[in-house]
């Protein structure tokens, strides 16, 4: 985990963040910063508060629609989704997120345990080197110089009271679905001493019906992919791709004619192939799977034709209209256990389920989506998305990871390419010797190699497993505790 005492780096979030000879302000114990102001999320303007003491911890709060909650304890980064969480943050969204909310209670060259070359600033233990720009003495601008696709945050303008000094803007050209921060007032403000701290798991809009049994209906096709029906406000809406690799819940606009449900913001979505989609966020009023019940859930609205529908890829798999891809709403909310060999899902109440401790392991949450670690060839370590969306497949290496490991010297491949939720991507198929995950070890699997702009590239992961891997497994998803459980079957 990243520790606070080296996470407190160059933000100028607070106290202005000057170059050089800049002032601490000092903060009593109890004392915090209250800032108000909006932040565009999804396209939408939304009430934004933010907290931060004197250490660095802080709180910030997106009202409206969204309801997201982020908080940094000093050691571990969370998030509440609409009423659900908390859940940890990590990889590259944790940093990028630490350095555009920790804020400078002290000359950041003070701080121990930080790596300072020139202009470029890196956590301790970290992976992300900001490059940092200044002018007349102030910070402006933070770019990840050593990231594929250079993320950067930019602080605009100024706003003082008093001896506080802040930017009036932050933006985030990053793939998050949060875009800037513009703050309107920050006064100093008082709370206690615990008022950081990491709450209790809960889950608001979440209910079970203790008479529906937990297995659902599941549709395996040949491909290995898993499809699932849901209900939308109590009727069936046809089937959809169950994906533990979907960061978002997608409904096509023909399975709710109909419905009236309302527009709430734009989102922006992708995938391998790399092209960005911008999508009209809607809310639903229910959705129930199995025991499962949902209030108010978001949804990215696809708005193909029924003849679309029909001819896209995930139809064509199943041989019947596919109207949309449910992952991480239903994961987030209960703990699922996943047979893919066997074709079964069951949606667990919480309250409820105990996982055995001996078949658990550390749970990464990446952009909204399950990464755990994997040793394969040569001994070689990385954390892998656990992705039902790739059905059959085995290991898929993204192209930042092929380069940072070698992996295409002295391999015998045949190129292609596959097509992702952003297009079509050029790869190399070729055999890996093993890889290992969850104590299950698979031998000369053949695995995927993306190349160039594939739109997953990532300094922190290595790839995907699908079902030619995670298959040998019952796998038990515990989004709640970062845990994840892989069971012999």
């Known amino acids: 985990m990243l520790k606070l005492y080296f996470a407190c780096l160059c933000m100028i979030l607070l106290f202005g963040c000057e170059q050089n000879n800049n002032k601490s302000i000092t903060l009593k114990k109890s004392e915090i910063l209250l800032i108000k102001g909006t932040a565009i999320y999804s396209g939408a303007e939304l009430p934004l508060e933010l907290f931060i003491d004197k250490k660095g911890m802080f709180i910030a709060k997106i009202g409206g629609w969204v309801n997201q909650i982020t908080g940094f304890d000093g050691e571990s980064l969370w998030r509440i989704d609409n009423g659900v969480g908390p859940f940890d943050i990590d990889f590259s969204e944790k940093e990028l997120m630490l350095f555009a909310h920790l804020s400078l209670i002290k000359n950041w060259r003070e701080i121990k345990m930080m790596n300072i070359y020139n202009d470029t600033l890196q956590l301790d233990n970290g992976l992300l080197k900001m490059m940092s720009k200044y002018h007349e003495g102030t910070l402006k601008e933070l770019t990840a110089v050593n990231s594929y696709y250079k993320e950067t945050i930019s602080f605009i303008g100024n706003l003082r009271n008093g001896s506080i000094e802040i930017p009036q803007e932050i933006k985030f050209d990053i793939a998050f679905p949060l875009s800037s921060y513009s703050f309107k007032s920050v006064e100093k403000n008082i709370k206690s001493d615990n008022w950081f701290e990491k709450p209790d798991y809960r889950a608001v809009g979440v209910s079970y019906n203790s008479e529906i049994p937990p297995k659902i209906e599941v549709l395996k096709t040949a491909s290995g992919n898993l499809f699932i029906k849901p209900r939308i406000n109590g009727h069936e809406v046809g089937w959809f791709l169950f994906d533990t690799g979907a960061g978002i819940s997608l409904i096509e606009e023909e399975a709710i004619k109909g419905f009236n449900f309302p527009v709430v913001g734009k989102q922006i979505i992708g995938g391998i192939g790399g092209r960005l989609m911008e999508k009209e966020v809607i809310t639903v009023d229910n959705i129930s799977l199995g025991s499962l019940t949902i209030d108010k859930l978001n949804f990215i609205k696809s708005e193909k034709t029924l003849d679309e529908i029909r001819n896209s890829k995930a139809s064509k798999i199943l041989g019947e209209p596919v109207m949309g891809v449910l992952g991480w709403d239903i994961l987030l909310r209960s703990i699922v256990e996943m047979d893919m060999h066997n074709g079964t899902i069951t949606i667990n109440n919480p309250a409820n389920y105990e996982l055995d401790k001996k078949y658990v392991e550390k749970l990464f949450l990446h952009w909204n989506v399950p990464y755990v670690m994997a040793t394969f060839e040569g001994n070689k370590k990385g954390y892998f998305l656990i992705d039902s969306g790739a059905g059959n497949k085995g290991p898929i290496f993204h192209s930042m990871a092929v380069d940072r490991l070698d992996l295409l010297n002295n391999r015998k491949t045949k190129s ?45 992961t290595s790839g995907f497993l699908g079902g030619k891997v995670i298959q040998s497994q019952i796998i038990v998803f515990d989004y709640a505790h970062n845990e994840i459980g892989f069971i012999p079957r």
């Open 416 to 460: 292609g390419k596959v097509i992702g939720a952003g297009g079509e991507a050029d790869v190399e198929i070729g055999m890996l010797e093993w890889i290992q995950v969850g104590g299950h070890r698979t031998n000369n699997i053949t695995s995927i190699f993306l190349r160039g702009d594939d739109g997953e590239a990532d300094l922190f």
